[in-house]
């Protein structure tokens, strides 16, 4: 096993997820199988080989600098499930 | 034939003649609709009372003399490109209220050229599957044996065209999302150039692999529908700034001269025979036509999988981390400070596939990590896309089967991610170099299950694979049959 359940959890807890004991050590297998596929990457010297980021050459995309319409504070909020006024309501942070 | 059974091309023919209205069009699909979707579940939502409006509007439009591309064509959407005003789930809880203030780019396009919008298609979970298994609103199911799943993510695009609920639909195509369903429910599926087709309203889930693309009953239509689909779009940043053919020219040309590349990797140990069978019947038919086929190689083509398996779960981790109970959507009742909220909110609201691929890809991005996973990634990638560019040099398009295997069992793979993740084998280096790809209906198991064939070719050569797909549909003659249902 290359990921501990350990690993799992800390790796749960980066990605802001929580899970429970029954997927933890589901992910845990799961996760080791689909890694040492991956693995087999490493059989392929990539030496010296530039990383391909996009499919494309893209440039920067720029449109001109002027102020264009937007979708403003309304619509911006109306999907909140918790927006009062400008504001987007959460639990509190600290206490 | 009933309406709904026709092809976009016939239908304008009927609607120009006279025969028919945009209404009558549209009634026959939700009659249709009406019959089978309980069985088969092509849908997440329909649109019928916004359709028959639309229908009447085009009908007005059609007294007028203003025909466009698509007046009074019934379309269905994917659940991932957003529609303003109409909830937009991409098949996940953590979406299942969302409503989209504005329209996708391909939304305005298809609106723009007439189009009747009939629903939004069922999906697996922010298209991460290959089975439309993963829907938060339950599975699809394949309209020629309902105990079969319709492949993914795309499935309700692709059963929707396949069983008559709707004339063409738009789909989205990260690793095969458009082209396997097309194969196993037999219709054309087409992934465009990645920056052919706008992404702008299209909920995110591998950016540098994500296309749109359209679902089809036949090869014509995938012409006309890619005249309304394609093109630059100063909302998008990878949106590809070159002109835009007109794709119908390439229909009903011959391809004599053409070298069609057939990768030896392509034909491994586990293809199923009668799905091998086919494409060799494929290849003697495209033979005929004046293709000459010579065997290339494509060498790292055993590498894609793995690769693609850390690009999209990477891409994907940072893509879904907007997802947080703040701005849209789902959030937990249960939670007394803000890191619980978004961890419960996380939990309740992912299913389990998509959690699954939030791991992976937070883990291969993670400190120690990246450059062993996501660094060695993006090298190999780099060399796909490099053999693709090598095969170029001998032929014109390149010839492989769709999917390795016609549609499986429902239920048969959901256990074990890793045998779901292979049946897109064929389909995945097309997205990781960025290049075109169609699958064509290419004849059917003994049991009755269609197959399909696909043709790739480089950048912006879509008018090549809807040329050669058009010949060999032409030539082929697959026998024309409707699933039973």
């Known amino acids: ?95 | 034939m009933e309406l709904n059974q026709l092809t976009i091309h016939e239908l304008q023919e009927k609607i120009k003649n006279g025969e028919t209205s945009a209404v009558k069009i549209t009634e026959s699909v939700f009659q249709r609709i009406d019959a089978v979707e309980e069985r088969v579940h092509s849908y997440i939502r329909l649109l019928k009372d916004e359709a028959l409006v639309a229908a009447a509007i085009a009908d007005e439009n059609i007294k007028k003399g203003q025909i466009k591309p698509l007046t009074g064509i019934p379309i269905a959407l994917k659940d991932i490109v957003c529609t303003k005003g109409i909830p937009t789930t991409c098949g996940s809880h953590i979406l299942h209220n969302f409503i989209p203030p504005y329209d996708a780019t391909v939304v305005e396009k298809l609106r723009d050229a007439g189009a009747v919008f009939v629903g939004k298609a069922n999906m697996d979970e922010f298209a991460m599957g290959s089975s439309t298994e993963t829907s938060y609103f339950g599975p699809t199911r394949n309209p020629w044996d309902l105990e079969r799943i319709p492949g993914g993510s795309s499935g309700g695009s692709a059963t929707a065209v396949a069983a008559d609920e709707c004339i063409a639909s738009i789909g989205s195509d990260t690793g095969g999302s458009i082209r396997q369903p097309a194969a196993l429910c037999g219709v054309v599926g087409l992934k465009p150039t990645y920056g052919r087709v706008s992404r702008f309203g299209l909920i995110a889930f591998a950016s540098s692999l994500d296309q749109i693309g359209p679902f089809t009953k036949d090869v014509e239509d995938c012409a006309i529908m890619m005249n309304v689909l394609a093109g630059f779009d100063t909302k998008e940043s990878t949106s590809v700034q070159a002109e835009v053919p007109d794709y119908c020219q390439f229909i009903g040309r011959d391809i004599k001269g053409w070298k069609i590349g057939i990768p030896k990797e392509y034909f491994i140990e586990g293809i199923d025979p009668e799905v091998n069978a086919a494409i060799q019947k494929a290849i003697g038919v495209i033979e005929k036509c004046g293709g000459k086929c010579v065997e290339i190689s494509l060498p790292h083509t055993q590498y894609c999988l793995a690769v693609y398996y850390i690009i999209a779960p990477a891409e994907a981790s940072s893509n879904l981390a907007r997802y947080d109970g703040v701005k849209c959507g789902f959030r937990t009742s249960d939670a007394r400070d803000l890191l619980e909220m978004y961890k419960k909110t996380r939990m309740h609201g992912f299913g389990a596939e998509v959690k699954r691929r939030i791991m992976i890809g937070t883990y291969a991005l993670s400190a120690g990590y990246y450059d062993a996973y996501y660094g060695k990634a993006s090298q190999v990638r780099a060399l796909i896309k490099k053999d693709f560019e090598e095969a170029w040099k001998k032929c014109d398009v390149i010839l492989t089967p769709t999917t390795p295997t016609p549609a499986f069992k429902i239920g048969e793979k959901t256990d074990d991610p890793l045998q779901m993740y292979l049946s897109d084998i064929f389909t995945i280096s097309t997205n990781l170099a960025g290049i075109p790809g169609i699958s064509v209906p290419c004849g059917f198991t003994a049991a009755g299950l269609p197959m399909g064939v696909q043709f790739l070719a480089g950048h912006l050569e879509e008018g090549k694979l809807i040329q050669i797909a058009s010949a060999y549909e032409k030539n082929a003659q697959i026998e024309k049959r409707r699933p039973k249902l």
């Open chain 1, 1 to 95: 096993m290359k990921l501990s359940s350990k690993e799992v959890e800390y790796v749960a807890r980066l990605a802001r997820l929580e899970i429970t004991d029954n997927e933890t050590e589901k992910f845990t297998a799961q996760l080791n199988d689909i890694l040492g596929y991956i693995d087999k990457l490493n059989e392929l010297d990539t030496t010296g080989v530039a990383p391909m980021s996009h499919a494309i050459a893209v440039t920067n995309a720029f449109r001109e600098d002027k102020i264009i319409d937007s979708i403003g504070t309304d619509k911006s909020l109306a999907n909140a499930p918790d927006g009062r006024g400008e504001f987007f309501r959460v639990p509190k942070v600290i206490d």
